[in-house]
């Protein structure tokens, strides 16, 4: 089993920043796929960014490109996303999560999820 801890959410206004860090812990995880995704009220899961977990590679949706960056602490089994001019539409519960099934934006092929972190940008 994994287990994902996300935390670093928060009430920020817009055009600021914030970062989430998500503590991976659990069975060996090399070959995994981290990844990021948020759900505002009302809205299906979105995904954000993901990140493989031994070869570094990433990707983002377009929605979140040129503001938001994941990156991941290999030592500390921490995976980040940095968020970077912050508009009120990003607001929303983010998900850490990890799939064990390859490189994929699709939520339904992520195995653990972490609790989520409220992320709120005001206007």
């Known amino acids: 089993q994994v287990q994902l801890v996300e935390s670093g959410g928060g009430l920020v206004q817009a055009g600021g920043s914030l970062r989430l860090s998500c503590g991976v812990s659990?069975?060996?995880?090399?070959?995994?796929?981290m990844g990021w995704f948020r759900q505002a009220p009302g809205k299906e899961r979105e995904f954000v960014a993901a990140?493989?977990?031994?070869?570094?590679?990433?990707t983002a949706a377009n929605s979140v490109k040129g503001r938001f960056t994941i990156s991941k602490d290999n030592a500390k089994n921490t995976v980040y996303l940095q968020m970077n001019s912050l508009k009120p539409e990003d607001t929303a519960v983010y998900y850490c999560?990890?799939?064990?099934?390859?490189?994929?934006?699709?939520?339904?092929?992520?195995?653990?999820w972490g609790q989520g972190t409220q992320v709120t940008v005001s206007s």
């Open positions: 990140i493989g977990w031994s070869i570094g590679s990433t």
């Open positions: 999560a990890a799939s064990e099934r390859g490189w994929t934006s699709s939520a339904s092929e992520y195995n653990y």
């Open positions: 659990g069975r060996t995880f090399s070959t995994y796929v």
